[in-house]
């Protein structure tokens, strides 16, 4: 079964015959050793390890056949060699700066091309009814899973019923919109009241809240959710690829360049479920202390050893399985969000109107 690689360290991927290595320069002395167990690239341990003592290089093999996606958190050097061998095994690769904000991904070109598909998406775009309709599933679906949470914490004492009422009618009013920047102004209102109730959740004097800040995100917490909404947009963007709908075109995010704004849309049903509660946990059970990041003058960010719990506990979550009632067989968390964009499809098609995940457990 295909797996994301997580590279943290600086170094050189490239391809050796059918299959990837990862090259690391030899770490000088007094150095923790290559092979200690905070090891920059998370992969398997049964993998072989080549160290050539003349080039002085410790080389990591990586299976080609066993690659979702690379997410590269160092500095890694590429070759065009390398990326025609990624795009004819349909890999995205993932690229995060210095302070492990998200900067941009390697795409590979379109396999799964239907002109019907993208004909009929681009029609329900521009129409306005069609759109909104959309606009409005994705974050009546959000809202319920800001719902679930907060509920949850009330049956375990937290005082949040007074945001819970608002949110409720907040989310009573979205049948009433009649534009899209309507829906977006109520999705931002929830969001405020929602993230109101979060120094209550947490209860952690290192992690107030104070209000949200990104670009760059300027507390502790702001970095956390900032980092794991750019880690959800990535397999967003890489579930939807593997499907024939079309991320760049999208119904509640306006289409704007360099972005895929469908992934902005998906990913607002599965924050609340994936990413949130991602926090809520690390923070509660101390995965995640203040010494987990990196203050300076104006913004706040993860240091390598958060974003590595950050991303192991992230990668755990979407491999988590359920009973999916349609199917009536498990699938994992990563897979449910690929089935929206097939949901999607079918709906722009005329095949079936769009329900948007909700939770049912």
Same mark, same amino acid.
């Given at each position: 079964?295909?797996?994301p690689?997580?590279?943290?360290?600086?170094? $050189?991927?490239r391809?050796?015959?059918?299959?990837?290595?990862?090259?690391?320069?030899e770490?000088?002395?007094?150095?923790?050793?290559?092979?200690?167990?905070?090891e920059?690239?998370?992969?398997d341990?049964? *993998?072989?390890?080549?160290?050539? !003592?003349?080039?002085?290089? &410790?080389?990591?093999?990586?299976?080609?056949e066993? &690659? !979702?996606?690379?997410?590269?958190?160092?500095?890694?050097t #590429?070759?065009?060699? +390398?990326?025609?061998?990624?795009?004819?095994?349909?890999?995205?690769?993932?690229?995060? %700066?210095?302070?492990?904000?998200?900067?941009?991904?390697?795409?590979?070109?379109?396999?799964l091309?239907?002109g019907?598909?993208?004909?009929?998406?681009?029609?329900?775009?521009?129409?306005?009814?069609c759109?909104?309709? #959309?606009?409005?599933?994705?974050?009546? =679906?959000? =809202?319920?899973?800001?719902?679930? %949470?907060?509920r949850?914490?009330?049956?375990?004492?937290?005082?949040?019923?007074?945001?819970?009422?608002q949110?409720?009618?907040?989310? !009573?009013q979205?049948? +009433?919109?009649?534009?899209?920047?309507?829906?977006?102004?109520?999705?931002? $209102?929830?969001?405020?009241?929602?993230?109101?109730?979060?120094?209550? /959740? /947490?209860?952690?004097?290192?992690f107030?809240?104070d209000k949200?800040?990104?670009?760059?995100?300027?507390?502790?917490?702001?970095?956390l959710?900032?980092?794991?909404?750019?880690? #959800?947009?990535?397999?967003?963007?890489?579930?939807?690829?593997h499907?024939?709908?079309?991320?760049? &075109?999208?119904?509640?995010h306006?289409?704007g360049f360099?972005?895929?704004?469908?992934?902005?849309?998906?990913?607002? /049903?599965?924050?609340?479920?994936?990413?949130?509660?991602?926090?809520?946990?690390?923070? %509660?059970?101390?995965?995640?202390?203040?010494?987990?990041?990196?203050? $300076?003058?104006?913004?706040?960010?993860?240091?390598e050893?958060?974003?590595? *719990?950050? &991303?192991?506990?992230? !990668?755990?979550? +979407?491999?988590?399985?359920?009973?999916?009632?349609?199917?009536g067989?498990?699938?994992?968390?990563?897979?449910?969000? $690929?089935?929206?964009?097939?949901?999607?499809?079918?709906?722009?098609?005329? /095949?079936?109107?769009?329900?948007?995940?909700?939770?049912?457990?």
């Open positions: 079964m295909k797996r690689y997580y590279i943290f360290s600086a170094g $050189r991927i391809r050796q015959q059918n299959t990837l290595f990862f090259e690391k320069a770490v000088e002395a007094g150095e923790p050793p290559l092979d200690a167990p905070e920059e690239i998370l992969v341990a049964d *993998i072989e390890v080549q160290t050539d !003592d003349h080039d002085r290089v &410790v080389k990591r093999v990586i299976p080609i066993d &690659v !979702d996606q690379l997410y590269c958190f160092g500095e890694i #590429l070759n065009s060699k +390398l990326i025609n061998f990624l795009a004819q095994h349909q890999i995205i690769t993932h690229f995060f %700066n210095y302070y492990g904000f998200y900067s941009s991904s390697l795409v590979p070109r379109e396999y091309i239907s019907k598909v993208i004909v009929d998406q681009v029609r329900h775009y521009l129409d306005p009814v759109r909104q309709v #959309l606009a409005t599933a994705f974050i009546d =679906a959000a =809202a319920e899973h800001i719902l679930l %949470n907060l949850y914490y009330l049956n375990r004492g937290k005082d949040v019923n007074a945001q819970i009422e949110i409720e009618k907040e989310r !009573d979205l049948s +009433l919109a009649q534009k899209i920047s309507e829906v977006m102004a109520m999705e931002a $209102r929830m969001r405020s009241i929602y993230y109101s109730a979060w120094d209550t /959740i /947490i209860d952690i004097e290192d107030a809240f949200r800040s990104r670009r760059p995100p300027q507390n502790a917490l702001n970095a959710i900032s980092f794991g909404n750019s880690l #959800l947009y990535t397999v967003v963007l890489s579930e939807l690829y499907t024939q709908i079309n991320p760049a &075109v999208s119904f509640l306006e289409p360099r972005r895929f704004s469908l992934s902005l849309d998906i990913a607002e /049903i599965f924050k609340p479920f994936i990413i949130d509660r991602l926090i809520f946990k690390l923070l %509660n059970q101390k995965s995640i202390q203040s010494k987990h990041f990196e203050k $300076r003058l104006n913004f706040c960010y993860l240091n050893s958060g974003r590595k *719990i950050v &991303v192991q506990a992230f !990668d755990d979550r +979407l491999k988590t399985t359920i009973k999916h009632r349609s199917l067989r498990n699938v994992s968390y990563r897979r449910l969000i $690929r089935l929206e964009g097939y949901k999607l499809i079918k709906h722009i098609t005329g /095949i079936k109107a769009y329900k948007p995940f909700k939770m049912w457990w």
